[in-house]
Structure formats: structure tokens, C-alpha cells
Nanobody, 116 residues
């Protein structure tokens, strides 16, 4: 089992920045992936960014060049630095942990609101 606790969401004006954190605890596999999904009202949950245990990263086209994902394996924490935020980035952001063959583990979600 893996427990995930997110922090860092909030209200920011367009063009501003926020940094999300996700602290993981529990039993880990050496090979895994962590990252962030988001879900806006009335929309499906979408992948924002991911990072593997070896440091490989991936981003949604909508956030490339603006968001940066990183992880501190010693602290079992993943971060999402969000710059140049836009109103369309407004959503609940969910941290996840994945390693085969287990199912995804999810955090409780943190609200990000970007005002225009």
C-alpha cells in the first residue's frame, strides 16, 4: 500500500506560479512512476506530467514549457512546478503512484484556481 498526501494548491492570478508537492509513504517498488493528473469541472481526468524512478519525464502538450515535474527519491516526494499559469489550468490536481502489477494509488487532490 502507498499513501499520497498533496499540498501546495491555491488561488493565483494568471501568469503566476504554484508548486505542488506529493509526499508518498508505505511500501515501494524500485521501479515505479509518479505524477499528476488534473480534472476540471465537467471534464475528464487528464494526465499532466509523469516521472519514472529513473528520472524520465513526460508532459501533456498543454503544459509543456510551463510545468516542470521533479522528484526527490530520498524524501519519496514528487513536485510539480507550475509557471505562467492560465485560467484553463484551473482544476483539481491528483498525485498518483504506479508500479506493475499493482493498481494506481491516488492522493486526495488539491485545488488549483487561476483567475484571469
Amino acid at each position: 500500500q502507498v499513501q499520497l498526501v498533496e499540498s501546495g494548491g491555491g488561488l493565483v492570478q494568471a501568469g503566476g506560479s504554484l508548486r505542488l508537492s506529493c509526499a508518498a509513504s508505505g511500501s515501494f517498488f524500485a521501479i515505479n512512476a509518479m505524477g499528476w493528473y488534473r480534472q476540471a469541472p465537467g471534464k475528464q481526468r487528464e494526465l499532466v506530467a509523469s516521472i519514472t524512478s529513473s528520472g524520465g519525464t513526460g508532459y501533456a502538450d498543454a503544459v509543456k514549457g510551463r510545468f516542470t515535474i521533479s522528484r526527490d527519491n530520498g524524501k519519496n516526494t514528487v513536485y510539480l512546478q507550475m509557471n505562467s499559469l492560465k485560467p484553463e489550468d484551473t482544476a483539481v490536481y491528483y498525485c498518483y503512484y504506479y508500479t506493475q502489477p499493482l493498481p494506481y494509488f491516488w492522493g486526495q487532490g488539491t485545488q488549483v484556481t487561476v483567475s484571469s
